[in-house]
């Protein structure tokens, strides 16, 4: 199968690593993938990543670029500008950021100073460590002032945040989340953001493919800045992008380079431009209406069978599973799930009373699962499969059994590269 992939040079010039590359395919594809922030990039994408365009150095901007033969990469680069603005109805792009933490970062050199009061959700409760997590750069560099959700409903309680923004006048607002299974209301948190007198950004990395299909809303005409990833929801390359209003995209662009980053990773500027004229398809979007189809059916059917769902179900991709009444803790069920053949990954819940290494939880997403083509039958098994591998902790022939049945599913719904 990977014969074609890469003929016989990897396998000639260094047989360890091809095997171990192999070994990888055989791992993704024998298992359901189902960490909410992975998912399959087409082989198309792949292509684009692995091509000559390794090779060339392009600091700079399209038709201002420091070093000499760079007349294609410059088109590339503004092919794949092109493309997002068009996808997300954007007035300035940024493609170069290598991920979304490097854009969150440029954003923050762009328009803040140390000690600047930048209101973002909490780590702890669904939030990303670049929102100002105290071990992070953010954390470290600005006064962050953190908003929670309901302690009975574990929504975003937009009120809340409201008077938070009115007491302390952050500079910048910040929404989005790593771990949120709720549609995120942007129109709300503009507002909050004029009437405490803020910038707005948002943080898209997970919900970039579910806004890009039209499941979810559109954070473009309400966010001063827009940043996220390419290869969760979107299906790309491993990457960042910031949208911007047009007054900052000087800003913006000088914060990205020579800000934090040197030379673009033109081939995979490429890759992006494969993957934002794959979103624009008919059939991205019935993808994307399906991979919410699908994570809503798996949350229903997981409630089916005793488990508990922080929100009560989910309105996205993912959704957060309790796991404090079936007393085991999320680094035991992902552990256990994974030698079932069911990668998902720990996590916390809003205030978790458990450490981050051991969780009272565990994240299930469904993009991946969506692009080997599975659907709402498949996830009806699916919760079937995960409840009887947590229900039966301790039975290694169970385990056995469910790993057996998943090696079948997947058989049915290669991955297709």
């Excluded at 680094?331 to 030698?339: I, P």
């Excluded at 051991?358 to 469904?366: D, Q």
Aim: charged letters at 25%; one cysteine or more.
């Amino acid at each position: 199968m990977f014969k074609g992939y890469f003929g016989d040079v990897l396998k000639k010039d260094d047989a360890e690593l091809e095997k171990l590359i192999v070994e990888e395919f055989k791992r993704e594809n024998s298992k359901l993938q189902m960490i909410a922030s992975e998912n399959f990039a087409s082989k198309a994408v792949l292509a684009a990543q692995g091509s000559v365009l390794t090779n060339k150095y392009s600091e700079g901007y399209p038709g201002k670029k420091y070093y000499e033969g760079c007349q294609y990469a410059s088109e590339i680069e503004q092919l794949a500008i092109d493309r997002m603005a068009k996808l997300f109805h954007a007035e300035h792009v940024n493609v170069q950021p290598h991920s979304g933490s490097s854009a969150n970062l440029a954003v923050y050199i762009a328009v803040l100073q140390p000690g600047d009061v930048v209101m973002g959700m909490d780590l702890a409760c669904g939030g990303h460590l670049t929102h100002g997590a105290p071990a992070n750069i953010s954390g470290k560099t600005y006064k962050i002032v953190s908003y929670g959700v309901n302690r009975e409903t574990n929504l975003l309680d937009y009120e809340e945040i409201r008077q938070l923004a009115l007491k302390h006048r952050p500079k910048l607002i910040i929404a989005g989340a790593s771990a949120y299974p709720r549609t995120i209301d942007f129109k709300k948190f503009k507002d909050i953001a004029v009437e405490a007198g803020s910038y707005f950004m948002a943080d898209i990395a997970h919900i970039a493919g579910l806004i890009a299909g039209k499941v979810h809303p559109d954070a473009s005409p309400y966010a001063d800045f827009i940043t996220g990833t390419t290869h969760k929801t979107l299906s790309g390359p491993r990457g960042g992008f910031i949208i911007s209003k047009k007054e900052f995209a000087r800003k913006i662009d000088s914060a990205v380079f020579p800000g934090i980053q040197g030379g673009p990773l033109v081939h995979v500027i490429a890759a992006k431009a494969v993957c934002f004229k794959q979103a624009m398809t008919a059939g991205f979007r019935k993808y994307q209406q399906q991979v919410v189809k699908n994570s809503a059916v798996l949350a229903e059917e997981l409630i089916k069978h005793g488990f508990t769902l922080v929100t009560g179900g989910t309105d996205n991709h993912l959704m957060l599973v309790d796991l404090r009444n079936q007393n085991i803790t999320g680094r035991e069920a992902a552990l256990a799930l994974d030698q079932a053949g069911i990668t998902v990954n720990k996590n916390g819940i809003p205030y978790d009373t458990l450490d981050v290494w051991h969780t009272s939880g565990i994240r299930i997403g469904t993009p991946a699962v969506t692009t080997r083509g599975m659907k709402e039958e498949q996830m009806i098994e699916i919760a079937e499969l995960i409840a009887k591998a947590l229900k039966n902790m301790k039975n290694t022939a169970i385990h056995k059994d469910v790993s057996k049945k998943v090696k079948q599913l997947c058989k049915k719904f290669p991955v297709k590269i």
